[in-house]
């Protein structure tokens, strides 16, 4: 026996996942949706998506290579810098370009988008202290960002490439389209060609949430790798189908329910797209399961909600806000260890 | 009886289980060392008083050291021989009072007078008067638990045996199921009850099988899931019942028994035989032939790694008990005790040794926590030196240091250093 042996608390074996292969595997299930929407929106959602990764990448290294002491050092052996960099890459930041890229539309200028990946990367994310450190999504927040900056919802291009599959369905520009604006009083239901909801055909949106089908595939892969809980974005969904369902009959049609509106207001927008991707962010939700609860049905009310308030696509905006409520939910929602019995408060004698 | 179905409890990880290494090898019996150094902390509690002095002549099975207080337990000689040394040596588990022993060659004996049909007193003085721990590794003196303030209603025999990489409880199934039963009788007697169930997980069902053969005791396949050898776990998953938080099993109407435990209480009361041996595995991809062996207390794990045919690659680690909750030794230079398992040497491949990054929150660690608790955040408050709040927020009480949330966290953070360092923390503060 030598010195080579090695001594610490157990467990002495642990798993092979790691974060960077959690990354890697959240990295591959958003291809398909990258894929569709080169398919749908052509060269441009390409050069968005390159555009959006690289530059949230760049930043992280430049970041890394500048932040803390001994700038000059590094300088003199930067090749030694990039290695250790490229050792504790974990991926992180690939996923948050991608999802940055796949939430704007196909029309956004590829500055844009490199001075949202910087914005995301570089203000929300290490500035805070790097991966697991980050307050909000900075995905979102990069998006919002840009939202407010340069207006990007009113150029939302519509899939070109393809027409619609059911000739009646109507294009609605906007940023995606939404459910809540759809129901027209004569004939709701025809109007909207649910098959061309959910495969993104001549439908107006963004790179990553107009084809549902793409989505479901990134949701199936993640749910079996066991990255994200099968149930999580099930449960946002259903609940905010539910309130917006209600929602949208009690205030449009006059106290009638029409449960053909019901998937419209899902397969709408980047509703699926939040919930699969978004919500279920490691970093900014909670750590409990009874937490995890709370904020997907409170995320998804709220959602719904504001949505219906604003007309407009919120997802980004709902995520930050639920974002925020995190540590608080982490603080109060806590379960109870196995075993855990009530105790009585008894009423002291006096 | 024919085995039943066990239930599932939440959380658990699934580690491969590496019993492949070791399963095949029949239990032998390691020639005795010419020198054993016997620990006087054998079991939970205070340490054992020594009552032997330097010089003296020791039989093997002879009382060396008197329990000190009602949970503590007797240490007795492993070898005959003469004591050259009694001192204190700081090893894996802290500073301990060591009894060093050079074997005299006479191989001499002093056993207990054998019981033939023992009433459930005489059960009792026996366990007590061996010297008998749970060999399952908390090493709780079994007449302590055997003695009930609360009535029970079942006897549990543990051999779930769901660590990695040990297969020494399987071996002692598989080889002596006739003694094991034995012994769970002897017990159950003691305790008044007639019920006994024997837990054992889905990968063995050889042993589930021999088990099967008796009309009073009755099997249970439990779910392969680590850990389904705790206490609280095991009792949930074979009668539904749940050990509430600083509650003892008898409070919930059970007694659970490791089978090793079971076997030696059958050495006891039929053979007179203190506890002095134990059934261990030498396994891992660095010994040359892993073997599950029988060891006599405060052997030199360099004379079982010899045994074994010593290192085939240089080890990464060698762990002395299970590789989730073993204790990670760093010479040969140790000694076994009752509660030692295993000695496991570890090749580069096995063992872990990844550098922590930073905490995801992905929360894995409280998904698989069979407790239910929240260990990020334990090691979030303890890191910021605030263990009031890592106590609160981590529910840390409850920990049974399972270390399956360490098992299981992508990012390789030490959860159960920050565990221990909260509880000792609050040790100290009371």
């Known amino acids: ?350 | 009886m024919k085995a039943v179905k066990g239930k599932y409890y939440f959380g658990g990880v699934h580690p491969h289980d590496m019993k492949n290494i070791a399963k095949d090898a029949a239990l032998e019996v390691l020639p005795d060392a010419e020198a054993v150094a016997i620990s006087t902390s054998q079991s939970l509690g205070k340490p054992a008083l020594p009552v032997v002095e330097v010089g003296a002549e020791v039989k093997a099975g002879q009382v060396i050291a008197k329990a000190d207080g009602l949970i503590s337990s007797d240490v007795f000689a492993s070898i005959s021989g003469t004591v050259t040394e009694i001192k204190e040596v700081v090893g894996a588990n802290g500073a301990e009072k060591y009894i060093f022993i050079k074997a005299n060659g006479k191989n001499e004996t002093s056993f207990l007078p054998p019981l033939s049909d023992p009433s459930a007193e005489e059960i009792k003085d026996r366990i007590k008067d061996a010297g008998i721990v749970g060999l399952g590794g908390a090493g709780f003196p079994t007449a302590v638990k055997v003695a009930p303030k609360t009535p029970v209603e079942a006897l549990i025999v543990n051999g779930a045996e769901c660590e990695p990489y040990l297969t020494c409880d399987y071996r002692l199934m598989l080889e002596k199921a006739e003694e094991i039963a034995k012994g769970a009788r002897y017990i159950a007697k003691a305790l008044g009850v007639t019920k006994i169930i024997i837990g054992i997980e889905a990968n063995k069902p050889d042993c589930i099988a021999e088990f099967e053969k008796f009309d009073d005791i009755q099997p249970v396949i439990l779910k392969k899931q680590y850990p389904m050898g705790g206490e609280k776990q095991l009792i949930y998953v074979t009668t539904g019942r749940k050990v509430g938080i600083g509650k003892l099993p008898a409070d919930v109407g059970v007694v659970v028994q490791n089978v090793a435990t079971c076997y030696a209480v059958y050495e006891a009361v039929e053979n007179g035989k203190p506890l002095y041996e134990r059934v261990l595995t030498v396994s891992g991809k660095a010994v040359s032939q892993p073997k599950n062996l029988w060891v006599k207390v405060g052997t030199p794990v360099k004379a079982i790694v010899d045994y074994c045919g010593g290192e085939s690659v240089t080890p990464k680690k060698v762990v002395q008990g299970g590789p989730m909750t073993g204790v990670a030794i760093a010479s040969y230079d140790e000694y076994t005790h009752k509660t030692t398992s295993g000695i496991l040497l570890m090749s580069a491949e096995e063992a872990a040794a990844d550098e922590p990054t930073p905490c995801l929150n992905c929360g894995k660690c409280a998904d698989v926590c069979p407790m239910h608790l929240m260990p990020m955040n334990t090691a979030f408050y303890a890191s910021a030196g605030d263990f009031d709040a890592a106590a609160k927020y981590g529910q840390t009480a409850a920990c049974i240091e399972c270390g399956a949330c360490e098992y299981i966290c992508p990012a390789k953070r030490p959860l159960i250093q920050a565990i221990r360092k909260t509880k000792a923390a609050l040790r100290n503060k009371k």
């Not at chain 1, 930043?59 to 000059?72: D, L, P, R």
């Open chain 1, 1 to 350: 026996m030598d010195n080579s042996i090695v001594i610490s608390t157990p467990p002495h074996v642990k798993s092979k996942r790691t974060t960077r292969g959690i990354m890697i595997d959240v990295a591959i299930a958003l291809l398909p949706c990258a894929i569709a929407g080169c398919v749908f929106f052509g060269w441009r959602a390409l050069i968005v998506i390159l555009t959006g990764v690289l530059s949230c990448v760049a930043t992280e290294f430049v970041y890394y290579f500048i932040a803390n002491k001994g700038f000059s050092n590094k300088c003199r052996d930067a090749k030694q810098v990039c290695v250790r960099w490229l050792k504790q890459f974990d991926f992180t930041s690939v996923v948050t370009g991608l999802i940055l890229a796949l939430i704007l539309p196909s029309s956004t200028k590829w500055y844009m988008v490199l001075i949202g990946g910087i914005f995301s990367i570089a203000v929300v994310k290490m500035f805070f202290g790097g991966t697991g450190k980050n307050l909000v999504n900075p995905a979102a927040a990069g998006r919002v960002f840009m939202f407010l900056s340069f207006s990007i919802v009113t150029s939302c291009a519509i899939a070109s490439q393809f027409g619609p599959i059911v000739d009646s369905s109507v294009v609605i520009s906007g940023a995606t389209n939404l459910g809540g604006l759809l129901p027209s009083k004569s004939d709701p239901v025809s109007n909207l060609a649910l098959l061309d909801l959910f495969l993104g055909t001549g439908v107006a949106g963004c790179i990553g949430e107009t084809c549902k089908l793409a989505i479901l595939v990134g949701y199936i892969y993640l749910a079996v790798r066991k990255v994200i809980k099968w149930y999580q974005p099930l449960l946002f969904i259903a609940v905010f189908g539910l309130v917006a369902w209600l929602m949208g009959g009690f205030f449009y049609d006059k106290y009638t329910l029409d449960i053909n509106l019901f998937l419209p207001n899902i397969l709408s927008g980047g509703v699926l797209f939040g919930a699969v991707f978004m919500f279920t962010d490691y970093v900014t939700s909670p750590k409990g399961t009874y937490g995890q609860l709370v904020y997907y049905v409170a995320g998804a009310i709220l959602l719904a909600v504001l949505r219906y308030l604003t007309k407009i696509e919120v997802a980004s905006f709902v995520i930050l806000l639920m974002n925020l409520f995190v540590p608080l939910i982490d603080k109060y929602v806590i379960g109870r260890p196995f075993g855990y019995k009530k105790v009585k408060k008894q009423k002291e004698d006096k």
